[in-house]
């Protein structure tokens, strides 16, 4: 069943239909949010929020567009507006940790290397949601800028501008020493 039919049925009250939705786009919106908050369980309620957002607003898509960019616009603005909200409880990300550490240092090495991966999270946590998602879809699930621009319906040309900014901005908070973006 192709996704016009699947949203079709949906928008008629058929449970299975709507099923079947979930069951094909909640990792993709998963991921998504476990991107902006590095938190399974806040990535988890906030994939359930942003399905009872797309089911209230099911009737407002319009049929000639593409379906998976208009869930994925829906999902990243709920996560920015849930960020811009929560944002004094999101300073860390997993899967920085597991992209950046070494395995062979001497304790030494490693208690700098921590306090390193700290202070980075802490500065990638600060930038604007738009700018530090796309940095970690690039730098960290080394996603090409064409898979982004096509994750956000955004022209590649954005996607670059946007990695750069955000990589400008952490080099001048370490070289500066600042916070401020």
């Given at each position: ?170 080099a001048q908070s370490f070289i500066g020493g600042g916070n401020d973006f």
């Amino acid at each position: 069943m192709d996704i016009t039919e699947i949203l079709l049925r949906c928008r008629n009250g058929d449970q299975e239909a709507w099923n079947m939705l979930i069951n094909d786009y909640s990792k993709a919106v998963y991921n998504i949010a476990l991107n902006f908050f590095a938190d399974k369980d806040i990535a988890a309620d906030v994939t359930q929020d942003i399905f009872l957002k797309i089911y209230h607003n099911l009737e407002k898509f319009k049929e000639d567009k593409n379906f998976t960019a208009w869930l994925f616009t829906i999902s990243r603005n709920y996560c920015i507006d849930y960020w811009r909200k929560n944002k004094k409880y999101f300073l860390s990300n997993q899967e920085l940790d597991e992209k950046i550490s070494g395995h062979d240092q001497t304790p030494e090495d490693h208690s700098i290397r921590e306090s390193e991966i700290v202070e980075l999270r802490k500065k990638i946590a600060q930038l604007e949601p738009e700018l530090r998602v796309i940095l970690i879809l690039r730098d960290i699930q080394d996603l090409s800028y064409q898979e982004i621009a096509v994750k956000f319906s955004i022209p590649e040309g954005t996607v670059k501008s946007r990695i750069n900014r955000a990589r400008l901005k952490l080099a001048q908070s370490f070289i500066g020493g600042g916070n401020d973006f």
